[in-house]
């Protein structure tokens, strides 16, 4: 008779691995538990969202351009910095000489919703490159 972990191959009994989970699962515990007590440590950008039951226009008439440093983005991804259009490569030196020009300042971002999101995560590198801290995003809503 057969027993388990066994079998016969002819008159034979051969043992049969068996695969032991116990420490596999263990260890997928303590990754769990590692996840679960660093996650709240993670720092993420964080965009504040305005309230969609409120009408869109009552939001862009009060956004005003109070930043010696303005960035547009405008949907086709073209970046003008106050006004004048500024290529991915030159535009942390630009954000540099801005910094040194006006150092208590933080950018404006006038990012347009149809322009893509790398365009902004290129531009908030740049801007943490130059020195800035914190910049405002200003999302326009057409």
Known sequence: MSSRGFRFVGSREIEEPVVNLTPLIDVVFVILITFIVIAPLLELDRVELA???????????????????????????????????????????RLKRAKQQFPDARPQVFH???????????????AEAAGFQQIDIILKPA
Do not use: C, M
């Open 112 to 126: 347009d919703k149809k322009a893509h999101f790398g365009t902004y995560q290129g531009i908030k590198n740049a």
């Open 51 to 93: 309230d969609a039951s409120t009408a869109v226009k009552e939001h862009t008439a009060s956004v005003q351009e109070t930043s010696p440093i303005i960035i547009h983005v405008q949907q086709d991804n073209t970046v003008r910095l106050n006004g004048h259009v500024v290529h991915d490569h030159e535009l942390i030196a």
